[in-house]
């Protein structure tokens, strides 16, 4: 099926959705005006809900194309140990460490900590 022929029954599932929900929403306010008890919806328009959910979902599954495996051995064959923990999100540069570090300590002359000795 061609991605346009997809898109296009993805978009009629949901128009029909849409109606099904209108004509539900005007069978409720019928009830009303002759101002008899709700017991549940005509068959029809559960029907049409159900068929147009399902043309939906059929559309929405073919737009998004080929599905990929959840299996993680394959990429993880690929790393050796060493790749396995290395993580560069999770790298700070930006920490207060410098303050105690004796280096920076006498490079500023002072004693003061980098922080304090601007």
């Given at each position: 099926m061609s991605?346009?022929?997809a898109k296009y029954t993805f978009l009629l599932g949901i128009l029909l959705l849409l109606h099904?929900?209108?004509s539900a929403a005007?069978?409720?306010?019928y009830l009303r005006l002759t101002e008899q008890e709700f017991t549940s919806l005509p068959a029809d328009i559960i029907l049409q809900t159900i068929f147009?959910?399902?043309l939906a979902v059929y559309g929405v599954t073919m737009v998004a194309g080929d599905f990929k495996e959840i299996r993680s051995n394959i990429d993880l064959q690929k790393k050796t140990w060493k790749n396995l923990n290395?993580?560069?999100s999770f790298y700070t540069f930006n920490h207060r460490g410098h303050i105690f570090n004796p280096i920076l300590l006498t490079r500023t002359g002072?004693?003061?900590g980098a922080l304090e000795a601007n």
């Open positions: 991605n346009s022929v099904a929900a209108y005007q069978h409720r306010s147009s959910l399902l290395n993580r560069p002072t004693g003061k």
